[in-house]
């Protein structure tokens, strides 16, 4: 008598197959948190890696201590804890897709592939609204959307395979579910790979305009490693690393200095003590807790008061200066004034040489110059990425 063969395994869509993505997602962020860190500091601010890997290590803790019970619970759960953990566009625009994905998916135990698809178009629809992106801008829509149209129609198919005469159960088969995720990714790295042919319109990037093209977003390839781990979940052998060395620390964002032979120092000079000072950690936690170039305060005035010091300015150069040039910006025209003096020899103070002026608006300027003197850039892609915060869009 010939044996029956073995059913093959099926998987279900539930908060415990999503939990295993969360788990591999924060995973697959550490392993390429450098290359993602990479791609944004080539047109961005340079800070996408270690977000998303501070992100989805902070996902991955709250899931773990909240234990969510179905998958709109999980989702809506990772949603608002990406929104308050993660600094610039990366935690209000994944934040926003999970958040609205988990209001659409319901209180339903277990969804079904074309039930979850429908949830993640929401949530790109709510993206698209918040940041006003559409196909084409160079954005993480131009990997999700695609990757959405696969999952569609593989996805549609498999959930035909059920509706068949002699199918039974609501799980579809590890092969199937994994096959139509994998389409998904695969058309979801061919989008993102595809950005570096078009010029940014939105985010960090569009500042740069036609020096955006040739530089692939960042985010768009975040968007293939959440497919991917949604393909490594459905793996009935997969699981997640022990907790004991499931954290990676936060990608290092630039190389060690001293290999570097040194990077462009940055001195912020503003009338107001607390000012400087609050706008370097700014800086500093944009870059996030990776290797931060040499940045100083010079506010205020020697006794405290509001003011500009050629003393202080001069000191915190000095500070600054790795021998590779220093960026210095000023928030109003007399610490214009005071820094061309001593930048004229009017002042027995010598600044370092290479030091420069950066034009750009205070906060928004120094941002850009400390993360890009923070990967590597030299002096004047430094002054480069001040000067295009002028172009700064609010509105």
Aim: with cysteine; aromatic share 4%; hydrophobic share 45%.
């Amino acid at each position: 008598m010939t044996a029956k063969p073995e059913p093959a395994p099926e998987l279900t869509l539930d908060a415990a197959y999503f939990g295993r993505w969360l788990s591999a997602a924060a995973e697959l962020f550490e392993r390429d948190a450098a290359r993602l860190t990479a791609l944004d500091a080539a047109a961005g601010d340079g800070d996408h890696g270690a977000n998303m890997v501070r992100g989805f290590g902070a996902v991955r803790e709250a899931a773990a201590q909240n234990a969510p019970g179905t998958p709109g619970e999980l989702f809506s759960l990772a949603g608002t804890t990406l929104t308050n953990s993660v600094g610039g566009a990366s935690g209000p625009l994944f934040g926003t897709a999970l958040r609205r994905t988990g209001k659409r998916l319901g209180a339903a135990e277990a969804v079904t592939l074309p039930e979850f698809a429908a949830a993640l178009r929401a949530g790109a629809e709510a993206v698209g609204k918040l940041g006003g992106a559409v196909p084409g801008d160079s954005t993480l829509l131009d990997a999700l959307l695609p990757a959405l149209d696969a999952l569609d129609a593989r996805g549609s198919s498999a959930e035909g395979a059920l509706d068949a005469p002699g199918s039974a159960g609501d799980a579809l088969g590890v092969r199937e579910i994994t096959d139509a995720l994998s389409a998904a990714s695969a058309a979801a790295l061919a989008g993102a790979e595809g950005t570096g042919a078009m010029q940014a319109r939105k985010g960090r990037a569009s500042y740069l305009g036609e020096r955006s093209i040739g530089h692939e977003d960042a985010g768009a390839h975040s968007v293939v490693l959440l497919f991917d781990a949604l393909v490594l979940a459905a793996d009935p052998k997969w699981a997640p690393r022990p907790a004991a060395t499931a954290r990676a620390e936060e990608p290092t964002v630039a190389a060690d200095p001293a290999a570097k032979g040194g990077r462009v120092g940055v001195v912020l000079v503003s009338h107001s003590r607390e000012v400087a000072e609050a706008t370097v950690e700014l800086a500093k936690a944009m870059v996030g807790s990776g290797d931060i170039a040499p940045v100083y305060a010079a506010g205020g005035t020697d006794d405290g008061r509001i003011g500009t010091s050629a003393e202080r300015i001069h000191a915190a150069a000095l500070k600054a200066d790795e021998g590779k040039g220093v960026a210095v910006l000023c928030d109003m025209g007399s610490a214009v004034l005071t820094v061309q003096a001593l930048l004229s020899g009017s002042d027995d103070r010598v600044l370092p040489a290479g030091t420069r002026i950066v034009d750009a608006p205070f906060v928004e300027g120094a941002v850009g110059v400390v993360v890009t003197a923070s990967v590597g850039g030299d002096l004047d892609m430094v002054l480069a990425a001040g000067e295009d915060a002028r172009n700064y869009r609010k509105g």
